[in-house]
C-alpha cells in the first residue's frame, strides 16, 4: 500500500501457509521509501538491509525484544534515572518521563553467504511514548535519525499503519475478500483479483470525487466511501457499458439468468429435484 497514492502500489499472491516475514524482498527499490512495519516482519535482518539499502522504516518493538540502551538522544530535565547501559525492559517500568528516545545495540546472524554466516552488532533508535489514557509506553524502532522526525512524529507516523488494516476490513465488509467458498485454486485467485481491482476502481472514483469537493476531502472516508461505492456500483457497471456501445437490454438480461442462475455443481444433490420441472 502506498501511503502517497492512496492505493494498492503492487499485489502479489501467497500460499496463507506462507510466513509473511518470507513474503519481503528488500533491495534498491526501498531506497527513500518509509516502510511502517507490522510485527510479522519484525527482523533485525530485515531493518539491517532497509537501512543498507537506504530505505527507512518504524516498527512497533516486539515483546520479547530486549536491546540494550547506548545512548540518549533526548535528555530529561530534572532528577531522572540513568538508562545508559541497561536493558530497555529494565528501564521502561521505572520511567515518570513521557517520551524515551535513545539509541539501542542489538546482535542478529546475517544470512548465510558462501556458506559463512556472520553475527552482526547494529545500532537502532527506540522511541518510546507515553499513553496518558492508559499508562503505557507504546515502543518503536526505526532508522530514521532524530534531526529528520522526532520521537512524537516516530509515533504519529506508525499510526498510519491502521490504514493497512481498514484497506483489509475494506476488502472483506464490503468487496466481498471473505466470501471465497471454493478450494479452486484458479477461482480463488480470480474472485481475490476481483476484490483487489473492485478497490483500486473504487479508489480512483473516490480521488475524483475528492477532486471535485477539495474542501471536504478529509470526510470521505474510506470505508463510509466503500459502502457507498458498493451499493451503487451496478449503475456505475451500467454507465461504463454504455459508454462502450453494451446496453442492458431485456436479451442481455435473459442471458444472465439464463447462465448466471444455474448451479454449476452438476453432481450435488438437491432437496427439491424431481419435484421441479
Known amino acids: 500500500m502506498s501511503a502517497v497514492a492512496d492505493g494498492v502500489k503492487s499485489v502479489k499472491l501467497f500460499p496463507e501457509r506462507t510466513s509473511e516475514v518470507k513474503t519481503l524482498r528488500i533491495g534498491p527499490w526501498v531506497k527513500d521509501r518509509i516502510f511502517l512495519i507490522d510485527l510479522g516482519f519484525f527482523k533485525y535482518g530485515i531493518f539491517d538491509r ?41 528501564v521502561l517500568p521505572h520511567l515518570k518521563r513521557g517520551i524515551l528516545d535513545v539509541m539501542v545495540e542489538v546482535k542478529f546472524k546475517r544470512r548465510k553467504y558462501r556458506g559463512k554466516q556472520t553475527t552482526v552488532t547494529k545500532l537502532f533508535r527506540v522511541v518510546a511514548v507515553l499513553n496518558k489514557e492508559t499508562g ?84 470521505y472516508t474510506h470505508l463510509r466511501w466503500a459502502k457507498v461505492f458498493g451499493e451503487n456500483a451496478h449503475q456505475l457497471l451500467k454507465e461504463v457499458l454504455e459508454s462502450m456501445g453494451m446496453h442492458l437490454d431485456m436479451l442481455v438480461l435473459y442471458d444472465v439468468y439464463l447462465n448466471h442462475g444455474c448451479d454449476p455443481n452438476i453432481k450435488r444433490e438437491r432437496l427439491m429435484e424431481g419435484w421441479v420441472a
Open 50 to 90: 532497509i537501512d543498507k539499502y537506504h530505505g527507512s522504516f518504524v516498527s512497533r518493538l516486539k515483546s520479547n525484544a530486549n536491546p540494550t540502551i547506548v545512548t540518549l538522544n533526548q535528555k530529561c530535565r530534572g532528577n531522572s534515572i540513568s538508562v545508559e547501559g541497561k536493558k530497555l525492559k529494565d
Open 136 to 219: 503505557d509506553y507504546h515502543v518503536y524502532m526505526t532508522n530514521i535519525p532524530v534531526e529528520r522526525m522526532s520521537a512524537e512524529d516516530i509515533a504519529s507516523l506508525y499510526g498510519a499503519r491502521w490504514e493497512i488494516e481498514m484497506v483489509f476490513k475494506e476488502l472483506k465488509s464490503y468487496y466481498r475478500m471473505d466470501q471465497i467458498n471454493s478450494k479452486n485454486t484458479d477461482i480463488i485467485k480470480s474472485l481475490v483479483w476481483v476484490s483487489i481491482l473492485t478497490l483500486m476502481c473504487s479508489r480512483r472514483v473516490l480521488q475524483l470525487i475528492r477532486n471535485v469537493n477539495p474542501e471536504k476531502a478529509n470526510r
